[in-house]
């Protein structure tokens, strides 16, 4: 038999409907290459059983020839970001260690329906809040990826970390992840799998724990653009306990891919060029440009002029949002209470929210009150928001010239987990190229593009009009096809 964990959604999927392994077959081999690689710190939580229940259910309803799902028998990932009924859900946070939701949110729900198990809650950047998954109070997360001749522990990018190293690992055939600035793109190109974030709206952000609710957004990271394909059609969708979520029908998005783009314009926004861009980075964008004319696009030069903004937009909007949002984590109503000796209601707050959060949560926290305090408010948050006003409108304006963008994810490859940890603002700035779409609430991916002189990985992005990941998705393919990127990390971690 193949070896289960080398396949991809699709081929589970299709290989359990034809009863060419069963789903339970499946779930065993995940499960033991989840045991097997600890040294990654992928996961806070491993749920084989739920994985095997799941599987047990598909292959009885095989059994009876009935239909199997959307992702039926696949075992995924499950950020721990997403509140799942009966298993703990920290968001990487000691201030909710110990929390069992007795709910589940919508996207999980969606994906337990259409025919998907759960192999475990991955681990990720406290509350989402990072881009190397070093500020986990479970610890670091370690890329599957090695420099060519160093064994030195590589980051796999943030807040979706443990998703991306579970995915790239072979150890979960996909995995959940949310982006708020970036955070499927940027781990998704750092460890050479794709990761769409689909419209703002698209997905159900119902029992996904908050970091700033007008940016965040769930979305599937996969090895393959048709796999993620498939994914997102079963999380997506419209969810009356979302107030933003779109009342819009969800597109067969598997069975329309074409990688044909005969007649499509492809953008390439000048602004993108920026100081400090790796010139591998650079040479793989170029590259990209020539994939895409050989599947018949035009490529165009379009201008994006608020690009330079849309950074420190972000970094006043996001943690201002976050401060609201982290509010409710008080000691009171559940998660850590730090009650010392004699301590009144204050003294409390202060402990709980002193010892449960992490230094980047704090240093957000502190952001976001200050430019939403009197006195500040118009001239920080309020600016903020008339830029990615005019963000958004550059996309707006760009979108007569152009049916997608094509730029690069991030401005490096993968680094050395420590290396920017004395350095916020250079930590910050990996999501440079992601935060724009982020702003503007539109679809983008991240698909690999080759491995760079070190021999990691690296990816180029597209951007999409809003609501057409269609789009998206087909470019995407045009460049997979493409680059023919088959590399895979050594499995150091067995």
Same mark, same amino acid.
């Given at each position: 038999m193949t070896d289960l964990t080398e396949l991809g959604v699709k081929a589970l999927r299709d290989g359990i409907a034809t009863g060419?392994?069963?789903?339970?077959?499946?779930?065993?081999?995940? &499960?033991?290459?989840?045991?097997?690689?600890?040294?990654? &710190?992928?996961?806070?939580? /491993? /749920?084989?059983?739920?994985? @095997?229940?799941a599987a047990d259910a598909i292959d009885a309803k095989r059994a009876k020839g009935e239909d199997l799902g959307k992702m039926g028998g696949v075992p995924i990932g499950m950020k721990d970001l997403f509140c799942t009924d009966g298993v703990q859900t920290t968001a990487a946070s000691h201030?909710?260690?110990?929390?069992?939701?007795?709910?589940?949110?919508?996207?999980?729900?969606? @994906?337990?329906?259409?025919?998907?198990?759960?192999?475990?809650k991955l681990n990720l950047d406290q509350f989402a809040m990072g881009s190397s998954n070093e500020t986990s109070y479970f610890g670091n997360v370690s890329s599957p990826w090695r420099k060519e001749g160093s064994n030195a522990a590589m980051s796999p990018g943030g807040s979706s970390g443990g998703s991306s190293a579970a995915v790239a690992a072979r150890i979960a055939p996909a995995a959940t992840g949310t982006d708020t600035g970036g955070s499927i793109r940027q781990p998704a190109a750092f460890t050479g799998i794709t990761g769409i974030k689909p419209t703002y709206g698209r997905c159900s952000r119902w029992g996904v724990v908050a970091f700033a609710s007008s940016l965040d957004q769930a979305g599937p990271m996969a090895r393959s653009v048709e796999d993620c394909a498939i994914m997102l059609e079963a999380m997506a969708g419209f969810d009356p306990k979302?107030?933003?979520?779109?009342?819009?029908?969800?597109? &067969?998005?598997?069975?329309a891919l074409d990688a044909d783009l005969k007649g499509k314009r492809i953008g390439i926004p000048r602004e993108y060029r920026m100081d400090g861009t790796d010139a591998e980075i650079l040479d793989s964008w170029e590259q990209g440009k020539e994939w895409l004319r050989d599947a018949g696009a035009e490529i165009v030069d379009i201008s994006l002029p608020h690009t330079k903004y849309a950074l420190p937009a972000y970094y006043i909007i996001a943690p201002a949002e976050a401060s609201s949002n982290l509010a409710r984590y008080d000691g009171v109503r559940y998660g850590l209470r730090d009650l010392p000796d004699g301590a009144g209601l204050q003294d409390m707050y202060a402990a709980t929210r002193a010892d449960g959060f992490g230094d980047e949560v704090k240093r957000r926290i502190l952001i976001g009150t200050y430019v939403l305090s009197a006195g500040f408010y118009d001239a920080y948050y309020t600016q903020a928001q008339k830029v990615r006003a005019l963000v958004a409108k550059d996309f707006e304006n760009a979108w007569a010239e152009c049916d997608a963008i094509l730029a690069p994810t991030t401005p490096t490859a993968s680094f050395l987990l420590g290396s920017l940890n004395d350095d916020p603002l250079t930590m910050y700035l990996n999501d440079v190229f992601a935060v724009p779409a982020s702003l503007a609430g539109l679809p983008a991916m991240s698909v690999p593009a080759g491995l760079n002189s070190d021999g990691l990985p690296l990816g180029l992005q597209i951007v999409g009009k809003p609501f057409d990941e269609q789009g998206v998705l087909n470019a995407g393919l045009a460049i997979e096809q493409r680059a023919g990127f088959v590399a895979k990390p050594e499995a150091w971690w067995c």
């Open positions: 060419d392994f069963t789903a339970r077959e499946a779930a065993e081999a995940f &499960n033991a290459a989840v045991e097997q690689a600890s040294a990654l &710190n992928a996961f806070i939580v /491993t /749920t084989p059983d739920h994985a @095997l229940a201030i909710l260690e110990g929390f069992v939701p007795r709910y589940e949110s919508t996207v999980s729900q969606k @994906l337990w329906e259409a025919g998907a198990g759960m192999l475990g979302d107030a933003t979520s779109l009342q819009m029908d969800v597109p &067969n998005w598997e069975d």
